[in-house]
Every structure is written in C-alpha cells, then in structure tokens.
C-alpha cells in the first residue's frame, strides 16, 4: 500500500513562497485532511506531488518515487485538483470513456465509477449542463477509475450539498476501509471534519499542525465540570481514567464521555451543578492555530519545520 512523503518541500513563485519547507505523509487506510486558509500552498502541494509543478527544494512522493517515475500512475493514483477542464458537449459517459482510453484503463470501469459517484442516471447527458456538485462529482468518478491506492482530492466538497458531502464522507471512508491512502484539502475544516481521520493543517506555506483528530480535539475539548466536592470527583475521575484539570474554579475533564462523569459524580456523592461541552469547534481551533501562523506567532504545539 502506498504512502504519501512531503520532504522538506518548498516552492517559490519569484518572490512568493508558496510552499516553504513542509514536511508529512499520508497513510493508508487514513483519510488525511489537507487544511489551510486560501493562498496557504495546498493546490501549489498536491500539483507537486503529481508532477503538475516542480519543486524549488525537497521532494514530494508518492510510494516513494516521484510521480514522473511511477510506472503505471493511471492505476496507482486517482486525482481530482479541479472541476474544470470538460468538453461541455461531451456526456459524463463519453468523457471518462475517453480518459480510460487515454490511461490505458479497461473501458468497463466507466460504469462502476458512474456508479460510486452517483451519476449513472445523468451519465448520458452533456456536462455542460452540469451543476458544480455533478462536475465535482464526474472529477471524482475521473480520479476513482484507475481503481487507485492513492486519492488526491483538492476541494472536493466544493459545490456539494449537505448530502452531496455526507455522501463523499461515506465513499471516502470507504475508500481509506478498502486500504486506500485519501489526501483531501479544504479551506474550511467543518466541511471535512467528520471525514478525516489525520489533519495537516498548513498556513502561508508552512506545517501548523500534522496530528490524528481524535487528538486534536482531545487537546482542544473537553467537559466543564462545577462541583463542591471537587476533591471526591476528581479522584473518581482520575480512577476512571480521566485527565482532570482545574480551571477557573471548575474542573475541565478528558478522556471520559459525560455519561460517565455522571457516574462518577453518582459513586463520589458529588452534586454537580454544572456539566457542559466544551468541544471548542475544530473550526474555532482551525481558525485559531492558522491565524496564530499568519500572525507569525508560534502556536502552541506547533510542530512547524519538523
Ligand atoms: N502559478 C503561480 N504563479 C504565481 N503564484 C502562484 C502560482 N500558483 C500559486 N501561486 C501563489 O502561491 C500561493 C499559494 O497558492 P495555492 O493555490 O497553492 O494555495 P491554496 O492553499 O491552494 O489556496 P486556495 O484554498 O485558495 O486554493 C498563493 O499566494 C498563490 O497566489
């Protein structure tokens, strides 16, 4: 199965450093988010890395060889970087007919791919016809036919709907399920935020943060707790295996559902008088360490230049 390395990567437009020393990789089976605020360097990455745009310095590699040197990159890596490009007189049919001929590709995966992406009823009609949604859709249907190890998807949310982007959640996880290896960007995070499984969050070129979500939000989450007895709850707690700080006269909790704080308020006879989420939104925390980097401040944890 094929990884995804950003080495020590950078690239300058003259005086513009668009990308500028980033450093990650994408594994299988992992839907990796690739997260960043416009102009951040995300299409000037991904292009890299399918050889669209040649680096300054560094490497960008996919299995472990640059794209140029893959051997059947048709059927190792599906892309979709933008949904532009079709004929407009061509049917969504025809037009992945004619990639598959172009690539190499058995003609039969047209209709499984029309299939995945829910274009079958429209597949004969002309794609200049077609919605945002339906042209992001025909990109992906495009980037799936290779039947790839490798996902490359640059705004794919783009223009979905609501269920347009529940839709892409459930085909990319099922992708990343069957052992692929997803890199998707967005330039907003809550788009892709029930998707992903890894976030690399990049801001004027450079890595902000390269971390699993689960763990992004434990660090940025947690459950406010007011209680007298502060002392019993917590020991409780800490048996439970909860992380308790105090904060501001009230305990901030990890590691535990509410659920269970309840139980051990019930088991330390404490009587709570406050319980609340405080799952600051990924969106708040996104804003955050991106806004920190534009700043030029070192964000907390920041993992930059590693
Ligand atoms: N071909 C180019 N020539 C000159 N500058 C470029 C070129 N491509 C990108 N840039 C600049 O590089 C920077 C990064 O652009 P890039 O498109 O990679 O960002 P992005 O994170 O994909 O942004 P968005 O979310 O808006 O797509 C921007 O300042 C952009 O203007």
Not at 63 to 91: K, M, N
Not at 120 to 149: C, H, K, N, W, Y
Not at 224 to 247: F, H, I
Request: proline letters at 4%; a negative charge.
């Amino acid at each position: 199965m094929s990884v995804i390395t950003i080495d020590g990567l950078s690239k300058s437009f003259g005086s513009v450093r668009a990308v500028d020393g980033l450093t990650f990789s994408a594994q299988p089976g992992t839907v990796t988010g690739f997260l960043g605020p416009n102009g951040a360097g995300k299409t000037t990455t991904l292009r890299m890395l399918l050889g669209l745009v040649t680096p300054t310095s560094g490497r960008a590699l996919i299995d472990g060889r640059p794209y140029a040197e893959l051997e059947r990159p048709a059927e190792l890596v599906g892309a979709a970087l933008e949904a532009t490009g079709f004929h407009p007189g061509r049917s969504a049919r025809n037009h992945l007919r004619v990639i598959c001929a172009a690539a190499g590709l058995p003609v039969q995966r047209v209709d499984a791919a029309l299939e995945l992406t829910g274009l079958t009823e429209a597949a004969d009609r002309g794609v200049g016809g077609f919605s945002l949604g339906m042209r992001q859709r025909l990109a992906l249907a495009a980037a799936v036919l290779g039947e790839p190890e490798v996902l490359i998807l640059d705004e794919p949310a783009n223009g979905l709907d609501p269920a347009g982007i529940a839709w892409l959640r459930s085909l990319l996880r099922n992708l990343a399920d069957g052992g692929c290896t997803v890199l998707v960007s967005s330039h907003v995070l809550s788009e892709v935020e029930q998707t992903v499984d890894h976030v690399v969050i990049v801001a004027r070129g450079r890595l902000v943060r390269d971390v699993a979500l689960a763990e992004l939000m434990h660090d940025h989450g947690g459950l406010r707790v007011r209680t007298a007895q502060a002392a019993e709850l917590t020991a409780e707690l800490e048996r439970a295996g909860a992380s308790v700080r105090t904060d501001d006269g009230r305990l901030l909790v990890t590691g535990v559902s509410a659920e269970r704080i309840g139980q051990a308020a019930l088991d330390a006879r404490a009587v709570l008088t406050e319980l609340t989420e405080e799952r600051s939104g990924l969106e708040e925390i996104f804003l955050q360490l991106t806004r920190d980097e534009m700043l030029g401040a070192e964000p907390a944890g920041t993992v930059a230049g590693s």
